[in-house]
């Protein structure tokens, strides 16, 4: 049964692993392996031609293409054309396909089977030139990293915030660095935390206006490539002063969990084991997480989120570590990323990423793990 791919933007990780082509949209469809085919625009049509894997590129022209109110029935018309040239009358599609898309194309009497599978395994298992693309990626974010902890190194305290000369330093400014270095190695970000205390709390809030002396700062960067398209995904907690005996002992139990992670990371190994492994880890050390079986300290600072999870073309995929069964196997890359939080206080997390093999986890980080600026700026 050929299968049809339609893409929901430049960021539909599925359409760009099967066709190779970054689009707005796009039609891709595969009738087997070696004799796949995509249609685009007449003005993407070269473009496409240049960066396309598919043996056969067209113009959506050829295949019907007609304007129309409705984008979904366009589409669906365009791809009932192209399967009836081929006698094709059902196809597969991922469980991610707009319900506008399966509904027009059954109005074209197109049988759709939903394979929830879909490039699960083959973009799980990642091949020497996917992890050379996510080490760059790690490499750019761990440069963008170094940028952001060099400025806080530099810093000055004045009223309790940090300085550079008359400038004060803030959440924008640090992410406006992270850009700029990353964009200088080859690599972008959509997004880009650099989170000051309290709302560091917030396992996914950004950062926003000035940062303050002597409290947790989480630099949690994730760039792609800007011609692979694969992720890395960095994070380091620094301070900038003195760090309070809180954050320290905080700082230390999420090092330490973070290593035993690491230090059990092979195939074969259930991820559910890695995960509550560091829970247990937290709980030792008096701290506490939202995992049912290791309730720990409620009152402090807890460990709210899962272990890690798998990168490549999206910065979230399979497999992931957190508290549900699912066995590493060789050619994953993942992270691992504890963290400690609480609100009005703050939060700490250290993350890294790295490739699954047979005989433990090879580690694509370089950076240190300490909270001490100065580390970095060597």
């Known amino acids: 049964m050929p299968l049809l791919l339609i893409s929901t933007g430049e960021g539909d990780a599925d359409f760009y692993y099967a066709s190779g082509f970054p689009c707005e949209i796009a039609l891709y469809l595969e009738f087997a392996q070696g004799d796949d085919l995509l249609l685009t625009y007449t003005t993407e049509v070269e473009r496409a031609v240049r960066l396309s894997r598919a043996k056969v590129v067209s113009d959506r022209l050829e295949f019907g293409w007609t304007e129309g109110h409705d984008q979904f029935a366009s589409w669906a018309k365009v791809a009932a054309s192209a399967l009836k040239s081929r006698g094709a009358t059902s196809v597969r599609v991922a469980q991610a396909l707009p319900v506008g898309y399966t509904h027009a194309l059954n109005a074209l009497g197109v049988d759709i089977a939903i394979d929830n599978e879909l490039f699960v395994v083959r973009r799980r298992h990642k091949g020497e030139d996917e992890v050379a693309a996510i080490q760059a990626a790690q490499a750019a974010g761990e440069a963008a990293c170094k940028a952001v902890i060099s400025e806080l190194f530099a810093a000055e305290v004045s009223n309790g915030t940090l300085w550079r000369g008359a400038l004060q330093l803030t959440s924008e400014y640090l992410a406006i660095q992270a850009s700029a270095m990353a964009l200088d190695l080859d690599h972008r970000f959509n997004e880009i935390v650099i989170a000051g205390s309290p709302g560091c709390a917030m396992t996914h809030f950004s950062g926003h206006g000035a940062l303050r002396a ?124 504890p963290g400690l939080y609480l609100k009005g206080w703050g939060g700490v997390r250290i993350e890294d990423a790295g490739l699954v093999t047979t005989t433990g986890f090879n580690n694509f980080n370089r950076l240190p793990y300490g909270h001490d600026p100065a580390e970095y700026t060597s």
């Open 214 to 337: 002597d409290a947790p700062i989480v630099i949690d960067l994730f760039p792609y490539g800007r011609s692979s398209r694969y992720f890395g995904d960095t994070t380091r907690t620094v301070v900038a002063g003195s760090p309070s005996k809180e954050f320290i002992a905080a700082h230390a139990a999420v090092l330490a969990a973070h290593q035993r992670g690491i230090s059990m990371i092979r195939a074969g190994v259930n991820a559910r084991d890695v995960h509550h492994a560091i829970c247990e880890t937290f709980v030792e050390a008096g701290f506490g997480t939202n995992t049912a079986e290791f309730g720990g300290n409620r009152e402090g600072p807890q460990f709210s989120h899962g272990t890690g999870h798998g990168i490549g073309l999206a910065i979230h995929e399979d497999p992931y570590l957190r508290d549900m069964d699912w066995t590493l196997e060789e050619g994953d890359v993942v992270t691992i990323e």
